[in-house]
C-alpha cells in the first residue's frame, strides 16, 4: 500500500539553525499538506499545496519558515532561524484532487531545538 | 474561527470497559468529521469517517455519531483493550480550502 513518506524522522537541532523536513506523497496526490503539531495538542495546518501552487498558508510564520513544492511532486518545509519554540512533530499529508476528504498522513519528523 | 474541543484530555480504564469520547466543535458548517488514532510518536491512522449529512459510522468495535446541528460527537469503543492505548484525535473540514481543524485529543490507557 502507498503511503506518504517523510525524512528524516527525528532531528535534533540548537537554535538559530537551519532545518530542513522532505515529504514525498502518494504518487498522483495533487494536494499536499505540512502540519505541526505542538506536544500535547492537535495538528495545526501550516501551509497546503495544490500541485505546485500554495492555496494556504496563512498559519506559516513566514519570517522563519518556508515551504516549497517545485515540480507539483515532494515538498521541502524549511526553518531559519531555528527557535525553541519551534519543537514539535511536523506532519505531512496528502489527497486525491477530486477527494480531498480523505487526508494521508506520513509518520512525521520530531524536531528538537536545544 | 472553527475550534474544536475535546473532553475528557486523559482517560484510564480497565480493559473491557465500554467508553465513550466526546467531541464538540463551534462552526456546523462542516464537511465531514473524522476520528483518528496516534501512537506516541507516530502519525495519524484514520479510524472513522462521517459525512456531514449522516449521523453515524462503525468500524469493528468502534462507533462514531455527529450531530451536526449541535457540534458534536462522540467515540464510542466497545470491550476496550490494552492495544486501543494511544491518543485519539476528531477533525473538522470545512471551508473551500477543505481545511482539517483538529482538536486536541484525548490519551486513552486501557489497564489490564
Known amino acids: 500500500e502507498a503511503e506518504v513518506a517523510q525524512s528524516p524522522r527525528y532531528k535534533i537541532t540548537e537554535k538559530s539553525q537551519a532545518v530542513a523536513f522532505w515529504c514525498d506523497p502518494i504518487?498522483?496526490?495533487?494536494?499536499l499538506y505540512w502540519y505541526r503539531q505542538i506536544l500535547g495538542q492537535g495538528p495545526e495546518l501550516l501551509v497546503q499545496?495544490?500541485?505546485?501552487?500554495?492555496?494556504?498558508d496563512s498559519q506559516l510564520p513566514k519570517d522563519r519558515f518556508s515551504a516549497e513544492r517545485l515540480k507539483g511532486v515532494d515538498s521541502t518545509l524549511k526553518i531559519q532561524p531555528a527557535e525553541l519554540g519551534d519543537s514539535a512533530m511536523y506532519l505531512c499529508?496528502?489527497?486525491?484532487?477530486?477527494?480531498?476528504?480523505?487526508?494521508?498522513f506520513g509518520p512525521g519528523t520530531r524536531l528538537l531545538v536545544l | 474561527k472553527q475550534e474544536v474541543t475535546q473532553i475528557p484530555a486523559a482517560l484510564s480504564v480497565p480493559e473491557g470497559e465500554n467508553l465513550v469520547l466526546n467531541c464538540s466543535f463551534t462552526?456546523?458548517?462542516?464537511?465531514?468529521l473524522q476520528w483518528f488514532r496516534q501512537d506516541p510518536g507516530k502519525g495519524l491512522t484514520s479510524l472513522l469517517l462521517?459525512?456531514?449529512?449522516?449521523r453515524e459510522q462503525t468500524s469493528g468495535r468502534l462507533n462514531a455519531s455527529l450531530d451536526k446541528s449541535s457540534g458534536r460527537s462522540t467515540l464510542y469503543i466497545a470491550a476496550s483493550q490494552p492495544g486501543d492505548s494511544a491518543t485519539y484525535l476528531c477533525?473538522?473540514?470545512?471551508?473551500?480550502?477543505?481545511?482539517?481543524?483538529f482538536g486536541t485529543g484525548t490519551r486513552l490507557q486501557v489497564t489490564l
Open positions: 477533525a473538522v473540514l470545512a471551508g473551500t480550502a477543505s481545511k482539517l481543524t
Open positions: 462552526d456546523s458548517a462542516i464537511y465531514n
Open positions: 504518487s498522483g496526490h495533487a494536494t
Open positions: 499529508a496528502s489527497s486525491q484532487l477530486w477527494d480531498k476528504e480523505t487526508q494521508y
Open positions: 499545496f495544490q500541485d505546485e501552487s500554495v492555496v494556504d
Open positions: 462521517i459525512q456531514s449529512s449522516q
